[in-house]
């Protein structure tokens, strides 16, 4: 069983940065895409970035593409999440997700999930 846990968010103020981490558990996630969404009030769960098993496939969302890394790190099981120039749309809970294999934009795609984390972004 794979355990999914988010850290790293909080309140910045637009124009700044923030680093989110996925941290898991449970066991070994080699084989795992993983990917980041990203839910505001009142609306659905948004594509973020994925990134494959092995960390040389990654896709983003054209709202963050230019502004947004995602890398992991298969020794330590983590995935994150670097966000640059954000802005006050970007605000939402970041929601860290994994599945078996190849990785997927969309969220019904993926069947394990973290409790995210808040990211706020003030104007």
């Known amino acids: 069983q794979v355990q999914l846990v988010e850290s790293g968010g909080g309140l910045v103020q637009a124009g700044g940065a923030l680093r989110l981490s996925c941290a898991a558990s449970g066991r070994s996630f080699v084989g795992y895409a993983m990917g980041w969404f990203r839910q505001a009030p009142g609306k659905g769960r948004e594509f973020v970035a994925a990134?494959?098993?092995?960390?040389?496939?990654?896709n983003y969302a054209d709202s963050v593409k230019g502004r947004f890394t995602i890398s992991r790190d298969n020794n330590k099981n983590t995935v994150d999440l670097q966000m640059n120039s954000l802005k006050p749309e970007d605000t939402a809970v970041y929601l860290c997700a994994a599945r078996w294999g190849q990785e997927y934009t969309r969220a019904s795609m993926y069947n394990y999930w973290g409790q995210g984390t808040q990211v706020t972004v003030s104007s």
């Open positions: 990134i494959g098993w092995s960390g040389t496939s990654t």
